[in-house]
Structures are given as structure tokens and as C-alpha cells.
């Protein structure tokens, strides 16, 4: 009698099946998840190290007018690089605090930025008063005025012209509005003045008609002298 030969048979998890699966190729799937780890790792460092070369720089988030207070809903941030020269005279995100609530010398237009020399410390007496001055369109360049616009102002009184004030900074424009009913709010122009621009610009109000004329870019006049020269 003839025996078989026997087969031998291995136990599942033997040596041998191991190292075939040990041996076992990786699949493409195996391959791509490791490309997405190394990818994301790299991106992961480029933010990291363009976040360290940028500071985040305040700008303003609408127009804001000459005497207006800095708070921080009125900025948004923008990243400037961090090597930028001027950055010491810039409002950083994190020297915004140490500057809320000063007070703007000047208009800046939305989107400008914000720089330290635009702002002065709350009550040190340097910042400037804003009064508006109602009148006509056709008296004040057509009704063409906008925030950050130069002008002059001229009294007429007896009939006689005078420079009430000059090179006066527009800090807002009031457009007539209306109603159903008509119209409910007249067109005035509000200007940045020291006080004693305010006190000729009040009398100026009360006693004759006023003309607001556009200077931006002119020679500046002085007041002193045009009245003496007028005398």
C-alpha cells in the first residue's frame, strides 16, 4: 500500500505567512495618504514661517473725519512685511490699545492707514473743533465738496467780499434729504477750525452770505494781511 505524500500544512499566522505579508507591496491608496501627511506638513511650516515675516498693521475700516475718537470697530488689519521702514510709525494689532480713544488731526479715507503722527493723545489741547456751516450748493463748489477737500471761506457783508478763514480741512458732507413731504435735511459742510476760525465763522453766519470756495493744492492766503490790504 502506497501512501500519499503528505502536504504540509501551516498554521495562520506562522512565520512564513508573516513575512509574506511583511513583503506585501503597498497599495496605491497607502501611497497617497502619505503624500497628503508630507504636503500638509510642508504647508504647515510655509504659514507658520510667512505668519512670523508679517505684522498685522491697522487701517481704517470707512472714511473717519478729522476729531474723530480711534476705536476699534472703526480699523481692520492688513499684514505689511515685518522689515517694512516705517512700521514703528504704523498702528500694529498689538498696539492698538495703547491708542484707543485718541483723537484724528487729520481725515483718513477708507482703507488708508493708520499711522501714529494722525493721532493726538485725548485732551493735550492740539486737536482741532468741527463746525458746520450750512448753505447753499451753488455757493459751495457746486455741492462738489468731499471729506479731505482745502477751502476758503468768504463773507459778504454790505457788499463787501472778506476771507473769513482759509485752507480749512472739509471733514464731512451733508447732502440735502428728502421725504415724501419734501425736503427734511438742508446741505451744510462741516469744517476742522481752530477757535477763533469758529467764533469769525459764526459772525460771518450772522451777519452776511457766505461762499465756500475749493483751495485744495492752492497758495494758502493770509487772512491778517487781506483784511489790511482791503482797509
Known sequence: MTSNPTTPI??????????????????????????????AFVLNLLVLRDRSSTTLVAIARQPLSTGSVLTPGGVRFIPVDSDFEALDHLITEDSLTSYEGWTLDRAIPEGGILDTSALVP??????????????DREHAAGG???????????SVADGIPTFVATDL?????????SSGIGIIAAYHVVLSVNADQALALAAALDSGSLEIVRSTGAETIDVARSESDDA
Open 169 to 177: 480741512e472739509v471733514t464731512g458732507v451733508a447732502a440735502e434729504s
Open 122 to 135: 485725548p485732551g493735550d489741547g492740539s486737536g482741532l473743533r468741527t463746525m458746520s456751516i450750512p448753505i
Open 10 to 39: 501551516r498554521e495562520a499566522g506562522s512565520p512564513s505567512s508573516a513575512r509574506r505579508r511583511f513583503r506585501r507591496r503597498p497599495s496605491a491608496t497607502h501611497i497617497l495618504i502619505a503624500v497628503v501627511v508630507i504636503l
Open 144 to 154: 462738489s465738496l468731499v471729506a479731505g477737500d482745502r477751502v476758503d471761506v468768504i
